[in-house]
């Protein structure tokens, strides 16, 4: 067997669709949802950078507009706000962002002091009794986030209420976001990439029992059916255990096989020996040879060679025209009483049918196989049965009976020739095959069964095991 | 009777033709399919023993041609190759009957004078086996050139068995080609149709065997 026929072996027969080798599936089905979870974590990560920097940068922005807020003092009932610039820009988060501020009176909006169209958020609506609003604005074509304070200054005789507004610009706000993200986005690369390679080392260290298997069954020879006993996991065990069935089966079919080949060689060399034997003798004594009975032991020998050939297909693929079926056992044993009258009644002998069964006898069988094994049964009652005068076929459900009332087969090792007993080799081969049974009964009148019982399991096989 | 022979081994040739010119037949013998193509474009022949395996090529390609162009002559393929698979190819694509190798010369006599006796009773209605001669188209049997003066349906029944003559024929068939549904038989009508055969076949030379359980057969002694 060579490295291609093996392949050919294995691989699934007339399957256009390709089966998805495990290692592959294992890593689909571990790796894949890894798309969908990173998408999520991300998102997850996202919003908490975001949230926290927001956080962070707004606290610094409350602090601003809290120590102005503490330089608003009410001076003889005038809000007056002692800020200098210089001040407020160490306040701000960071060089790049311009910030804006505002001190109004509330609730009528007189500006005191800074830009004089920042708009102030309505606390009244919305954010009732709440004196901190943190949003976003649009302000100069910026977007912005803008902190407003409501406090309230005293005096010993009065009190005013009055609204600090801070604002700034994102830029710095949006790079530490970015900076922060990305570094995020890394580690998470980095973090699937780590899983999938351990994945991939896992799944190949867990399916290594497989290939080490697969080693062993490469490294056999072509001879060596002995069953695996390799440990496999408990998952490999059932393929193993069916590997070691085949294997067992294998061993029987090929004994079986070299035991044929073996059986009819031998076989062969009996009556070529007496051929031989019965030229030698004629040459040696000058007579002619009997050429009728020479005839005969060649028609002999032609029979047993196309026996062989019938019996050596037995295994071979199904070719369509000859294969295993349903087989009526009426209509085969009339196949076979047609095929065999003419040289029954030219034997003196009166070969019938009979039917017996009630209803149709169908077996799962090899018809010409079947019908080899019935001729052979009739070939030894015309040739061998010496005073029989009848034969006949007997279809029962089951089984078919061969009977005539010759004195019955000669028990095995006397006189029978070599042809009779391979004859009744192949009939018991075939039986065999069919998971059927031969019996002999040698009483009054002698017969031969041919019994199926076990069509049922071939039926469920469908070929020729 | 006229054969055609296409044979490429010699020694089964020469065998083959002794067998018909004692038996007072004419075989014609080509060696390769070429041959045999020439000779039947020429000539007509009443069988054609078929070899498979030749020189240049196989012989079903011929049986092929020959169905092609609708040349019904029967042919017997002889056969050294597996019995079984080139029994049913070859009668798929139209061979009369088979032979495999090596084969008995007087069974090969025997199944060749029976496909042209078939193909003879097509054709021209006249039908011999041994001493018995009919005439299907005139419904008349002679024994011996004595005339027989069978009933129609004992005519039909002989000629029946007499076109199959050294085989099986089953009653079941018989019964098809005797009766029709309007005109259902009586219980034992074939038997009694056989009888009264029997009785009247009086000749060593053939006979009318029944084949318990399955049918009749009408045998022809020293074919």
Known sequence: MTAANRQGDLAPPNSARTEMSLRRRLLLFLLLPLIPLSAMLIMLIYWAIRSATTESYDRVLEGSALAIADRVVLESSTLVVDLPYAALQMLTNSAEDRVFYSVQIYPSGEVITGYRDLPAPDFTTGNDGEDRIVQYIDFRGERMRMVAIRDEALSYAAKQTFVVLVAETMGQRQVVLERYLRRAVLAFVIGVFLVSALTLYAVNLGLRPLRNLAQAVRLRGERDLRAIRRPVPPEGQPLVDEINALFARLEKALNSHRRFVSNTAHQLRTPLAELKTQLEVARLEGTPPDLSGLSGRVDGLAHLVDQMVLLSRIGEQPSGVDTFGDVDLRVLAEQAVAEWSLRAIEAGIDLGLQVEAKAPSRVHGHQSLLLEALGNLIDNVIKHAAGATTATIQVHKDRLIVTDDGPGFRPKGSNESSVQRFGLSIVHEIMDLHKGRVTQNLGLRAEVALIFDGEDDLGSKGTAP | ?223
């Open chain 2, 1 to 223: 009777m006229r054969a055609l022979l296409v044979e490429d081994n010699q020694v089964l040739a020469d065998g083959v033709a002794l067998a018909f010119s004692k038996a007072g037949l004419n075989l014609e013998h080509a060696g390769t399919l070429e041959g045999a193509r020439a000779f039947l474009s020429a000539f007509s022949v009443d069988i054609v023993l078929l070899d498979l395996t030749l020189p240049d090529g196989d012989g079903l390609t011929l049986l092929g041609e020959m169905r092609a162009r609708q040349d019904r002559t029967p042919v017997l393929i002889l056969t050294a190759r597996d019995a079984v698979r080139d029994r049913v190819t070859g009668l798929d694509r139209g061979a009369d009957d088979y032979l495999t190798k090596p084969f008995a010369l007087d069974e090969l006599m025997a199944r060749a004078r029976a496909l042209a006796r078939r193909q003879a009773g097509a054709t021209d209605a006249r039908l011999t086996v041994g001493p018995l001669m009919l005439d299907t188209a005139g419904y008349q049997a002679w024994l011996d050139q004595i005339a027989l003066n069978l009933p129609r349906r004992e005519f039909a029944c002989l000629a029946i068995l007499a076109t199959n003559a050294n085989a099986v024929v089953s009653k079941d068939s018989l019964i098809s080609a005797l009766y029709n549904n309007a005109d259902p038989p009586m219980p034992n009508a074939i038997e009694v149709i056989i009888s009264r055969l029997r009785k009247r076949l009086t000749h060593p030379a053939i006979a009318l065997k029944t084949v318990r359980g399955v049918g009749y057969m009408l045998l022809e002694h020293d074919r």
